[in-house]
Structure formats: structure tokens, C-alpha cells
């Protein structure tokens, strides 16, 4: 793999971003094939803005995403996602030459592909904060029993922001997505905003051995940050 060489071409971001994904790019990064789940219950945590959710939700799929700001109404949602996506664009623009432009082309479709998907999550989010499909939680506990979720993904939260959360909010948070779920945990991606790989990793998968949980990395097919292109993956 090719990673980025210097760690001061990291994007710069000066906070965890309340920021979202599509299901077409959740079916990429998690290397999903969804009829494998049509008729299972998935668990995105931490959710952010992601559409995810809401359009699998559309095709019948049983769904709940989970974010530590869902206690917070749409309109301050909205205001949120807005300002983190633009602060997102304008680090970005300054390091392009680390990403892979084939799925996106430019930073122009990125950001409408970001908007597109935050606006899908906020049409979603009334109507389904009020049946329970967005729930607030505060990692690394989960208001969930044991096994509730078939399947649990994780996406750009974990490893990504390792240089606010240690090792052990790291450990706590993967037990306790692996005890809320039924057969696997997908977690994407293994860098950092550095662009680095997380440098416990091996740690973690030896830790997450020796307490009988499988795990192994898998390569996915996609590679928007140079380098990555895996993710973890925990089953039973
Ligand atoms: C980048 S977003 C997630 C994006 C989404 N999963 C995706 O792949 O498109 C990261 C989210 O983590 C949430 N977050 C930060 N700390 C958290 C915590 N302790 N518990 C739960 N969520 C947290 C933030 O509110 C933010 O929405």
C-alpha cells in the first residue's frame, strides 16, 4: 500500500466532524453486500450525517443509527452539518493530492455528494428520532443488550481521530460494539487524519485474540484517502 508520506500533508481538522456518507459509498467502504442483510438489524455507530440509515431504511431494511449529537433537532443539525462540512472543503482543498479523484472527480462533486447525503439523513431524522431509528449515545457505552444488531459498522470515527481518544476508549468502544452484535463488526478506516495507519493496531487484533474475539483486516474495494483501502473486521 501507498500511504502518505508526511504527516504535515494530514488534513487539519480541529474537531470530530458532524459529517456523512451515502449508502452507495457505505456499500464500498464496508465492502457491503446488502441481500446478505435484508432481513438482519444494523447498527451504524457513530452515524454522524450519514444517509445510510434512511436509505436502507426506504428499502426495507431495519436500521438504527447512533451519534453522540442526537439529542440535538434537525434545524441545529442542519446548522452543524453545514459548518463542519465546510470546514472540511477548506482543509481538504489543501491537501487533494492525497486522495484518489476516479469515484468523485473534483472537490465541487465531493461537497455535493456531502450535502446530498446530509440532506437525505435530515429528512429521515424527525420522523425517525420519534420511532427510535436515531439514537443518541455517548461512546464508548451503548444503550443496547447484548447481540441486539446482526450487523454493526463504524465508519470514520475510530482510528481516524486517534489523536483525540486513546487506546482505551478504543478498546472499550470495539467490546462494546462486538457485545450489541449478533455476527459482525466492520470498521473503516485503519488511518489516521494523518493518513497513517493506527499505530496499535496490531495491539488491538492481538488484545481482541487473547479475549477469543476473531478479527482480521480486510482489503475493500475503495481507496478515496490514499493508502485506505481496509477495514476491521469482528465476528462471531
Ligand atoms: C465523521 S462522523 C461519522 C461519519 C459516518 N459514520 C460516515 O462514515 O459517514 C463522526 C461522528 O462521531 C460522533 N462522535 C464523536 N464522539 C462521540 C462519542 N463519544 N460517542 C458517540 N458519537 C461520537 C460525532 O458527533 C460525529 O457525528
Known amino acids: 500500500m501507498n500511504f502518505v508520506n508526511s504527516t504535515t500533508d494530514a488534513i487539519q481538522l480541529d474537531r470530530v466532524v458532524f459529517f456523512g456518507r451515502t449508502l452507495s459509498e457505505y456499500v464500498k467502504f464496508f465492502d457491503l453486500d446488502l441481500s446478505q442483510w435484508q432481513k438482519c438489524r444494523i447498527l451504524d455507530c457513530p452515524a454522524g450525517a450519514a444517509s445510510?440509515?434512511?436509505e436502507v431504511h426506504q428499502m426495507g431494511i431495519d436500521a438504527v443509527a447512533c451519534d453522540l449529537l442526537f439529542n440535538l433537532d434537525e434545524t441545529n443539525l442542519r446548522a452543524k452539518g453545514q459548518a463542519d462540512l465546510a470546514h472540511v472543503m477548506e482543509r481538504l482543498a489543501d491537501v487533494t493530492h492525497n486522495y484518489n479523484w476516479d469515484?468523485?472527480?473534483?472537490?465541487?462533486?465531493?461537497?455535493?455528494?456531502?450535502?446530498?447525503?446530509?440532506?437525505n439523513f435530515l429528512a429521515d431524522y424527525p420522523n425517525g428520532r420519534q420511532v427510535g431509528r436515531y439514537i443518541q449515545t455517548v461512546l464508548p457505552k451503548?444503550?443496547?443488550?447484548?447481540?441486539?444488531f446482526d450487523l454493526v459498522l463504524s465508519g470514520h470515527f475510530l482510528f481516524l481521530y486517534s489523536d483525540c481518544f486513546d487506546y482505551a476508549f478504543h478498546w472499550q468502544t470495539i467490546?462494546?460494539?462486538?457485545?450489541?452484535?449478533?455476527?459482525?463488526?466492520?470498521i473503516y478506516p485503519l488511518q489516521g487524519k494523518d493518513a497513517q495507519?493506527?499505530?496499535f493496531l496490531n495491539n488491538l487484533i492481538n488484545d481482541l485474540n487473547n479475549a477469543e474475539i476473531a478479527a482480521e483486516i480486510v482489503d475493500v474495494p475503495w481507496e478515496f484517502l490514499k493508502g485506505s483501502n481496509q477495514m476491521l473486521r469482528l465476528w462471531r
Open 142 to 148: 451503548l444503550p443496547f443488550s447484548d447481540r441486539s
Open 197 to 199: 495507519p493506527y499505530a
Open 103 to 119: 469515484f468523485y472527480q473534483n472537490i465541487e462533486k465531493l461537497n455535493e455528494c456531502r450535502h446530498t447525503a446530509l440532506e
Open 52 to 54: 445510510f440509515v434512511a
Open 175 to 186: 467490546l462494546e460494539l462486538y457485545r450489541v452484535c449478533s455476527q459482525e463488526v466492520r
